[in-house]
């Protein structure tokens, strides 16, 4: 089997026969170096007479490495999380809660997060997108951003964490994973879209000029569930008791009626 690694810095693919050229392995030794098939794992190259090789770096791709939940594949939901992130990309984002009283939706509702002054960089569904959990394990959000005014975010510079919902709910880790997150300041926003649409009726985007308003009548905030602009019922059971109610009341509305 031919081991491949690649230089971090100029993209050149060696393997370990090049260790034994002199002026290759020179060119080696001034970059860090990737295995070719498994990116997240940083090798050395060992010049060991007769044996020359790769060598992985301690506990090298050990950790994160399990992803929590599925994804989504539909087509609408892969054509709405890119047209989303282009457009957060080149606009300021604002947030805002739809509010219902029946069936009568408030057009504007309540303002949950703005951009102001913050720049920030945003990411979809990939590598880039990870955020690692404690058990060494990573939830994959669709799309993800962060201001570049604090490396942690903080409550007037919340991260972001979009789920866009279209055939499947966040599964019952994955849920516990981004609630978890929601006290750490990030949002967490369930965007849910209907078929063949890039919005639904209880989640919409509006692009202006400057900024792109996003409006979501479910998301997660400060450790707490939010539909429709309030605080949903608390837990009084176990963790998978009470996403099982979640599943049959609070994602079941959305799911049915989008």
């Not at 300041?185 to 649409?197: T, W």
Request: charge should be neutral; glycine fraction near 6%.
């Amino acid at each position: 089997m031919v081991i491949v690694a690649r230089g971090q810095i100029t993209g050149a693919r060696y393997t370990e026969t090049d260790i034994v050229n002199p002026s290759t392995y020179a060119r080696m030794q001034m970059e860090p170096l990737f295995l070719e098939d498994d990116p997240d794992v940083l090798v050395w190259p060992i010049r060991r007479e007769g044996a020359p090789h790769f060598r992985r770096s301690s506990n090298a791709g050990s950790i994160y490495r399990s992803l929590v939940g599925r994804r989504e594949t539909d087509p609408t939901h892969s054509r709405c999380v890119e047209t989303l992130t282009r457009e957060l990309c080149a606009k300021r984002l604002r947030v805002w809660s739809a509010t219902f009283d029946g069936e009568s939706r408030d057009p504007q509702g309540f303002a949950v997060h703005g951009q102001g002054d913050d720049v920030y960089d945003w990411w979809q569904d990939g590598a880039a997108c990870r955020i690692p959990l404690s058990d060494g394990r990573f939830i994959q959000p669709d799309i993800c951003g962060r201001s570049r005014a604090s490396l942690f975010p903080t409550a007037r510079s919340r991260s972001i964490v979009i789920e866009v919902v279209q055939t499947h709910l966040p599964e019952e880790e994955t849920f516990f994973a981004l609630l978890e997150l929601s006290r750490w300041n990030y949002v967490v926003l369930f965007y849910y879209v209907a078929p063949g649409k890039l919005h639904s009726k209880y989640s919409w985007f509006r692009s202006g000029e400057h900024e792109v308003d996003i409006t979501v009548a479910y998301f997660l905030l400060n450790g707490v569930v939010y539909r429709n602009g309030r605080e949903f019922e608390n837990r009084t059971n176990s963790d998978s008791e009470w996403y099982q109610y979640l599943r049959a009341t609070y994602f079941a509305t959305p799911m049915e009626k989008k």
